[in-house]
């Protein structure tokens, strides 16, 4: 079933909806035009009821001036990109730095500040927008189309599409905050990651080049282990992002599982793609969320699935660029169920 509503009204007074889906089993994922994001997702508990599992806002105000990136998706490029430019085809193309002297997650009004066309359908809905050329810097008119389908064993699936006419660079994810509680504090959460390996940051949170080994560090989570455990372990990477902030490459599709021991909520993430940023939200600052929750720093976690970022000035990592003429097509799935 699905069911919309006016959620409200951009600064520049253009209408935003909300598009609920719902499964039979009373799950529910509420979606937003404004970013394609995903603004609330209520699953099953052990206690009989349920619990909203993304970080978000009531209003369409807070979405509007807040940092973070709450629930939307991002790009063209989603993470970051070192001095805000790259290369291409001969061409050096200038990108805004607002991350420090990097581009982060698409630049000033990236793909999570704008209205996408909506096209709903029975289990999902369809957001499409076309990223004219030049817009933030990147070369091509980029068609974009963000699928979210919501299925009876509730599973939330996201498909990426993209297509363009000039070759650029491309690399959508979703950034929902994820608390399997409903709220509070994160870092007891029991996490699983089918990574051996994850790229090494530098001071800025951008990847160097190199990979390192999990294996005997605090990033070794291929045995499930509370978030939290080693988060404070005196170890550089983590003094780099202070916390968690890295992207691990994956070993296999079913790239995560994330339990909570209080809703009794497991969370299994699968993917195609090559990479998973781990975020600790390390940084998000305290504000009021969705029904009267607080959100701020490591009140939940981030599973981005993702090319590697800073991919232009490592080139061991797999190219992001899109070829012209031909189509971007990707999946992640996030699939419920009891702990």
Same mark, same amino acid.
């Given at each position: 079933?699905?069911?919309?509503?006016?959620?409200?009204?951009?600064?520049?007074?253009?209408?935003?909806?909300?598009?609920?889906?719902?499964?039979?089993?009373?799950?529910?994922?509420?979606?937003?035009?404004?970013?394609?994001?995903?603004?609330?997702?209520?699953?099953?508990?052990?206690?009989?009821?349920?619990?909203?599992?993304?970080?978000?806002?009531?209003?369409?105000?807070?979405?509007?001036?807040?940092?973070?990136?709450?629930?939307?998706?991002?790009?063209?490029?989603?993470?970051?990109?070192?001095?805000?430019?790259?290369?291409?085809?001969?061409?050096?193309?200038?990108?805004?730095?607002?991350?420090?002297?990097?581009?982060?997650?698409?630049?000033?009004?990236?793909?999570?500040?704008?209205?996408?066309?909506?096209?709903?359908?029975?289990?999902?809905?369809?957001?499409?927008?076309?990223?004219?050329?030049?817009?933030?810097?990147?070369?091509?008119?980029?068609?974009?189309?963000?699928?979210?389908? #919501? @299925?009876? =064993?509730?599973?939330?699936?996201?498909? !990426?599409? %993209?297509?363009?006419?000039?070759?650029? *660079?491309?690399?959508?994810?979703?950034?929902?905050?994820?608390?399997?509680?409903?709220?509070?504090?994160?870092?007891?959460?029991?996490?699983?990651?089918?990574?051996?390996?994850?790229?090494?940051?530098?001071?800025?949170?951008?990847?160097?080049?190199?990979?390192?080994?999990?294996?005997?560090?605090?990033?070794?989570?291929?045995?499930?282990?509370?978030?939290?455990?080693?988060?404070?372990?005196?170890?550089?990477?983590?003094?780099?992002?202070?916390?968690?902030?890295?992207?691990?490459?994956?070993?296999?599709?079913?790239?995560?599982?994330?339990?909570?021991?209080?809703?009794?909520?497991?969370?299994? #993430? @699968?993917? =195609?793609?090559?990479?998973?940023?781990? !975020?600790? %939200?390390?940084?998000?600052?305290?504000? *009021?969320?969705?029904?009267?929750?607080?959100?701020?720093?490591?009140?939940?976690?981030?599973?981005?699935?993702?090319?590697?970022?800073?991919?232009?000035?490592?080139?061991?990592?797999?190219?992001?660029?899109?070829?012209?003429?031909?189509?971007?097509?990707?999946?992640?799935?996030?699939?419920?169920?009891?702990?």
């Amino acid at each position: 079933m699905l069911t919309h509503s006016l959620f409200g009204l951009t600064l520049d007074q253009k209408p935003v909806t909300a598009y609920r889906l719902r499964n039979a089993n009373g799950a529910t994922a509420t979606l937003l035009n404004y970013g394609a994001t995903l603004q609330s997702l209520c699953v099953p508990n052990a206690l009989g009821g349920f619990t909203d599992v993304v970080l978000g806002y009531d209003t369409l105000a807070a979405y509007e001036r807040s940092d973070g990136y709450l629930g939307a998706t991002v790009g063209r490029m989603a993470n970051r990109i070192g001095g805000a430019s790259f290369s291409l085809n001969g061409r050096t193309y200038s990108l805004a730095a607002n991350d420090g002297p990097n581009h982060l997650h698409g630049g000033l009004k990236g793909f999570d500040k704008q209205i996408w066309d909506a096209a709903p359908f029975p289990g999902g809905i369809t957001f499409s927008r076309l990223s004219p050329d030049g817009e933030e810097g990147y070369p091509g008119n980029l068609m974009v189309r963000v699928t979210y389908t #919501l @299925s009876a =064993d509730n599973a939330l699936a996201i498909t !990426y599409e %993209a297509e363009t006419d000039q070759d650029t *660079p491309v690399n959508l994810t979703n950034h929902s905050y994820f608390n399997l509680n409903g709220g509070d504090y994160a870092m007891n959460h029991i996490l699983q990651l089918k990574a051996e390996r994850f790229t090494e940051n530098d001071e800025a949170s951008l990847p160097t080049g190199r990979f390192l080994q999990v294996e005997d560090t605090p990033f070794d989570f291929r045995r499930p282990k509370p978030i939290g455990r080693d988060i404070e372990a005196d170890h550089p990477q983590l003094k780099n992002g202070h916390g968690y902030d890295h992207n691990f490459v994956l070993s296999s599709q079913h790239a995560a599982t994330l339990c909570s021991e209080v809703s009794g909520i497991r969370m299994d #993430l @699968s993917t =195609d793609l090559p990479g998973l940023q781990l !975020y600790t %939200a390390n940084f998000l600052t305290p504000r *009021p969320g969705k029904n009267g929750t607080l959100i701020d720093r490591r009140t939940a976690i981030c599973l981005e699935t993702q090319l590697f970022p800073n991919a232009f000035s490592c080139y061991s990592f797999p190219s992001p660029v899109l070829r012209a003429g031909r189509k971007l097509c990707t999946r992640t799935v996030f699939r419920f169920s009891l702990y």
